[in-house]
């Protein structure tokens, strides 16, 4: 059974309008990660939550945003989106700080 | 600074033939974790193992090893007796102390090896 689930799989947006992917845990995990990666190249960390605090990377770029309502679910809002931040996104947990992290199977993003 | 390089972009072997991914990492903390991920076409990362910098025993897993030295800051991975299945991207990552505990939150991948497995 899935335990970190993102949806949609596959997103199609246009250039400029806001998006939304979504993430769910059934781990109860602590903390909830966003990861942005481009073909051939690492993830990159945008973001993360321990509980309901919110460490931002430095380099993350003003226009991604970040929720996390409850402890299940994490949101990452892409308020205008740019041709280049068509990558994979990935969603991730883990229980505690240092732990293994537990993926999602992304989400492809296209921006038309 | 924090870095983990791996040399090896890409390797191509043959069924049942054994197979070391290289992982050099750097960090100045004295707790640091380790780690390896699997990353196959369909795009998840499937962990693999975690180790802390206290614990330099190898470990085996089936047909996976690990050998962690921390005299010369390296964490290979070998695959026994490869098969297609693990045709996959494989990263190394590190997470350390830093003195901020929000830092041991963060992992440093590696560009990752493409290992690609023919029959």
């Known amino acids: 059974d899935a335990m970190v689930i993102q949806n949609p799989r596959y997103q199609v947006t246009q250039f400029g309008k806001p998006v939304t992917l979504s993430c769910s845990q059934t781990?109860?995990?602590?903390?909830m990660y966003w990861y942005q990666q481009k073909s051939s190249q690492a993830p990159k960390l945008l973001f993360h939550y321990y509980d309901k605090d919110f460490n931002n990377e430095a380099d993350t770029p003003d226009n991604f945003q970040s929720r996390r309502p409850n402890t299940s679910f994490c949101f990452l809002d892409i308020r205008s989106p740019g041709l280049g931040d068509a990558a994979m996104y990935l969603c991730?947990?883990?229980?505690?700080?240092?732990?293994?992290?537990?993926f999602g199977d992304g989400t492809r993003l296209s921006i038309l | 600074a924090q870095k983990v390089t791996q040399a090896q972009t890409e390797i191509s072997v043959v069924e049942k033939e054994d197979v070391t991914l290289d992982c050099v990492y750097e960090?100045?903390?004295?707790?640091?974790?380790l780690f390896w991920y699997k990353q196959p076409p369909s795009g998840e990362l499937v962990f693999l193992i975690r180790r802390n910098s206290f614990d330099e025993q190898n470990e085996i897993s089936g047909r996976y090893s690990w050998n962690f030295q921390k005299s010369t800051s390296s964490f290979n991975f070998t695959i026994t007796a490869s098969q297609v299945v693990d045709s996959a991207v494989y990263f190394c990552?590190?997470?350390?102390?830093?003195?901020?505990?929000?830092?041991?939150?963060?992992?440093?991948f590696g560009t990752g090896t493409r290992l690609q497995v023919f029959p």
């Open positions: 781990l109860n995990h602590n903390v």
């Open positions: 990552a590190l997470s350390s102390w830093g003195g901020r505990t929000y830092n041991t939150d963060k992992l440093i």
């Open positions: 960090t100045r903390d004295t707790t640091y974790y």
């Open positions: 991730a947990t883990s229980r505690d700080r240092a732990e293994a992290q537990h």
